[in-house]
């Protein structure tokens, strides 16, 4: 290879590093493997982790174990795709152009919102986005947050707003739902949004039309993050009176993976367009007159805009948006109806069996796919009793809030059965006898 | 192209005073540099404005620049024609492309403005 560019000698490629600089002596590395050994190696590896096929999950709290049917990997998996690095050039790349504006358009219409981006890189910054998005459309320095939004979102938020001077009033917890009440008190002519997650972190469902009044008494925007597969059943929050919707997209065609990667969306009416921050597809003709997809609005973004950008995001979760889309369409609204209606049922289902077996509801409230259930003994000796069993029983609450007590949040999903969640509420009588002992 | 009766900035805005209220645009040679203008962003009635501090934004298609305003004042005037019709400004920037009308506060200030004469020199016309 040295003799085809026309070099002597390896050495002579790095002239322009200072000998001094050069590294002396072999890099403390192990020897190479052979193929059947770095591949042997690997599968001991991933033989590790716990797969959502093996074990029986009933976590929540932000990540959902959904199905996922194989036309999503199928498509997402061509190479064009899945290797293709910022594949953006109209030039050369009008299929992904395509399939993120049908994405845009897919999440809009979900939404009941007129327009939506090409994703962010999750939910937690989704949230922040919008907030930062309000800031910049009314410049007021205060945003109001329920405190029932999923925690480890709002410490993404906190980190955003942590040089802002943007203050953060939140409300309590403690009740399982948002107070429109103690919104109400909190929001004043200062407040530049309200942002509420709807079903929000317990798994209850919202009101969002009061605390929609709320925000819109003194002027300032309404922000709703929402789980998208229930709005196969739930009121889009267009329909209660949101500027900005957001959301965590894994649920649409994604599996756990340990918690990512994730797919962040954002939706909103066309009177904000030039704050919405990162990429849009737009559609345009070309020079013989021929429909086509662009990036564009880039003077928007943060290389033309600089400082004065509303976010500095550059990029999207384009490979995950894929999936959403595909999944999306494969469901359909009747599809789309029939996935909320199976996890509400069963989730119900669920809730009355363990009800049966003596764990109450934490919170007595309308709950969606998930719900947090009183344990009597220790919630964390009991999930890793179930987990000898390869049951994930739930998330203890405890872990984010101590005051919560033993509490357990379950999560049903569509792909659960009967006899699953019978095994799920025998199991957990069983080891909770066996602690109480 | 450089009017007579205007006053400048070495920003590229033109202003007329009249009374005390001055109009305020950006000149030709500007609106020659930007390009295809697609969108302003311009102050609400009643904002202060500073000289020579940006008080919106204007932009075509692959930039964005700052308005800087020539004089100090509260802004009384505003062109929503410009909303749906920016392009207003590429063919007629120093007439149907006017942005603001801004109640003067510190007259003495545009003492420090360029003559038509000075501009011309800028720009090269």
Redo the contacts between chains.
């Keep these: 290879m040295l003799r085809a560019i026309g070099v002597a000698a390896f050495e002579d490629l790095l002239q322009d590093i200072p000998p001094e600089l050069r590294l002396r002596g072999k890099l403390k590395l192990a020897p190479p493997l052979s193929e059947l050994e770095a591949r042997r190696h690997l599968e001991a590896l991933a033989g590790r982790n716990a797969s959502a096929n093996q074990w029986l999950s009933f976590l929540g709290g932000g990540a959902y174990d959904h199905f996922v049917p194989s036309i999503v990997d199928e498509i997402s998996s061509r190479a064009e795709f899945y290797t293709a690095y910022t594949p953006y050039q109209p030039e050369v790349s009008q299929g992904t152009l395509q399939t993120i504006y049908e994405y845009q358009s897919l999440i809009a219409r979900l939404t009941g919102m007129e327009i939506s981006n090409a994703s962010l890189y999750d939910g937690g910054t989704a949230i922040a986005e919008a907030v930062l998005m309000a800031n910049a459309t009314n410049g007021r320095k205060e945003v109001v947050v329920s405190g029932c939004i999923n925690p480890m979102r709002l410490a993404v938020l906190d980190t955003y707003l942590e040089a802002s001077g943007i203050t953060v009033r939140r409300t309590g917890w403690k009740g399982g739902a948002t107070d429109p009440d103690e919104i109400a008190a909190l929001v004043t002519g200062k407040t530049s949004c309200v942002v509420i997650e709807n079903p929000n972190f317990f798994g209850v469902v919202e009101e969002g039309c009061a605390i929609a009044a709320a925000a819109r008494e003194k002027g300032a925007l309404f922000v709703v993050s929402v789980d998208p597969v229930s709005l196969g059943l739930l009121a889009p929050p267009s329909e209660y009176g949101a500027d900005i919707v957001v959301g965590e997209g894994q649920a649409l065609g994604s599996y756990v993976s340990f918690g990512g990667p994730c797919l962040g969306f954002i939706s909103t009416r066309k009177e904000h367009i030039r704050r919405l921050p990162g990429r849009i597809v737009g559609k345009t003709v070309d020079k013989q007159g021929r429909p086509c997809f662009c990036l564009t609005l880039q003077t928007r973004e943060q290389h033309i805009r600089r400082e004065k950008a509303t976010s500095n995001i550059c990029s999207n979760q384009a490979l995950v948006a894929l999936r959403a889309a595909v999944h999306l369409c494969w469901l359909g609204k009747e599809g789309m109806r029939d996935l909320a209606t199976q996890c509400l049922s069963k989730a119900v289902y669920a809730q009355k069996e363990l009800a049966r077996r003596g764990f109450d509801l934490h919170f007595n409230k309308p709950y969606f796919k998930e719900f947090a259930i009183k344990l009597p003994a220790d919630s964390e000796r009991v999930a890793a009793s179930l987990a000898g069993e390869r049951i994930l029983a739930g998330v203890p609450l405890g872990r984010f809030y101590p005051e919560a007590g033993n509490s357990l949040l379950v999560s049903v999903t569509e792909k659960r059965t009967k006899a699953e969640i019978d095994r799920l509420a025998d199991c957990l009588a069983d080891a909770v006898r066996g602690e109480v002992v | 192209m450089v009017q007579d009766d205007l006053m400048y900035t070495k920003e590229h805005e033109w202003v007329k005073v009249e009374g005390d209220v001055a109009t305020i645009g950006i000149t030709d040679f500007a609106q020659q540099q930007l390009g295809d203008i697609?969108?302003v962003?311009l102050p609400s009635p009643g904002t202060r404005v500073e000289f020579m501090k940006a008080f919106g934004?204007v932009?075509?298609?692959?930039?964005?620049s700052d308005l800087y305003s020539p004089v100090t004042g509260e802004v009384v005037g505003v062109n929503s024609d410009l909303g749906a019709d920016p392009a207003a400004i590429k063919s007629s920037p120093y007439g149907r492309g006017w942005m603001i009308k801004v109640k003067l506060e510190a007259k003495q200030e545009l003492a420090k403005l360029m003559t038509a004469a000075a501009y011309r020199q800028l720009v090269g016309d």
Aim: proline share 0%.
């Design positions: 697609v969108y962003e934004t932009e075509a298609v692959k930039a964005v």
